[in-house]
């Protein structure tokens, strides 16, 4: 017999449903026997099926169904920025239109901007472009 994790009644979190109340547990033998009602009292209310441990599917490796919220913290899908070489050439901008020619110093975060030399001076930019 596997371990009660989850009753009737108690609040739950999925990442991609939010919060959520379990409504139902069937007694008889089932793949999904967990029915947690999202969004309850609202317009947009729907139920979904858990495994007994919390899994959506039971091909997922681990549970998604919580006792408390959590985040997929580090989870994207965006590329992330390939800063230049230090005293590599690039091209910078201002207001992403007008360009010139610099050579990359470093990305200062607590200014979200560029530091570049332009010939001797040193500058900030909002926009840049590698050339490579």
Same mark, same amino acid.
């Given at each position: 017999m596997?371990? &009660? *994790?989850?009753?009737? #009644? ?7 449903? #939010?919060w959520?109340? *379990?409504?139902? =547990?069937?007694? &008889? ?5 967990? =029915? ?24 997922? *490796? ?6 408390? +919220?959590?985040?997929l &913290? #580090?989870?994207?899908? +965006?590329?992330? =920025? &390939? ?21 990359? =110093? ?16 040193? +500058?900030?930019? #909002?926009? *840049?472009?590698r050339l490579?």
């Amino acid at each position: 017999m596997e371990k &009660e *994790i989850f009753k009737v #009644g108690d609040k739950v979190f999925h990442y991609g449903f #939010g919060w959520g109340k *379990i409504d139902f =547990i069937d007694d &008889e033998p089932n793949d999904y026997p967990i =029915i947690v009602v999202f969004n309850p009292g609202k317009e947009e209310t729907f139920a979904l099926t858990f495994t007994l441990d919390g899994k959506f599917d039971l091909t997922d *490796i681990n549970p998604t169904l919580s006792l408390t +919220e959590y985040t997929l &913290e #580090g989870f994207s899908q +965006e590329r992330p =920025i &390939e800063f230049p070489e230090v005293g590599e050439e690039v091209m910078v901008s201002d207001d992403s239109i007008n360009w010139k020619l610099a050579k990359f =110093i470093k990305f200062r975060v607590y200014d979200n901007d560029y530091l570049v030399q332009v010939g001797r001076i040193q +500058e900030s930019f #909002g926009f *840049i472009k590698r050339l490579k």
